[in-house]
């Protein structure tokens, strides 16, 4: 065997073991030409929903209506305790342990935490 068919065929072996291909790959999908971003957070004082749409055409962040809503133990109902567009927050009274959810326009929920916030 030659020198350079050894050196070829080693090549093509180490290059298999490390999974790297030679082979034409398809091209990368493109990002989708919008992202929404949700935010539910404890402020300790306070709980905080944020939702805003990110597009990639140049312009503005869109916003997005987003509702707070809190859980009663007892019925299981859950009651909007603070909404707006963008960014609401709940200002806590108490240190009771709640359930909170944030919810977008389509009210489907998006954020559950629980908190020492009544």
Do not use: K
């Not at 999974?19 to 306070?46: E, I, K, M, N, W």
């Not at 869109?62 to 019925?75: A, F, G, H």
């Amino acid at each position: 065997m030659s020198r350079l068919l050894r050196t070829a065929l080693a090549a093509t072996f180490a290059l298999a073991a490390t999974g790297v291909s030679l082979a034409a790959t398809a091209p990368a999908q493109a990002a989708p030409p919008c992202r929404v971003a949700y935010f539910l957070s404890d402020h300790g004082t306070s709980i905080g929903a944020e939702a805003w749409m990110i597009c990639y055409d140049g312009l503005p962040e869109r916003q997005i209506y987003v509702s707070l809503q809190r859980l009663n133990p007892t019925t299981g109902a859950w009651t909007t305790v603070s909404s707006y567009w963008e960014t609401t927050s709940y200002t806590c009274v108490g240190t009771a342990t709640n359930t909170y959810r944030s919810i977008n326009d389509t009210t489907s929920v998006v954020r559950t935490i629980t908190a020492n916030c009544g």
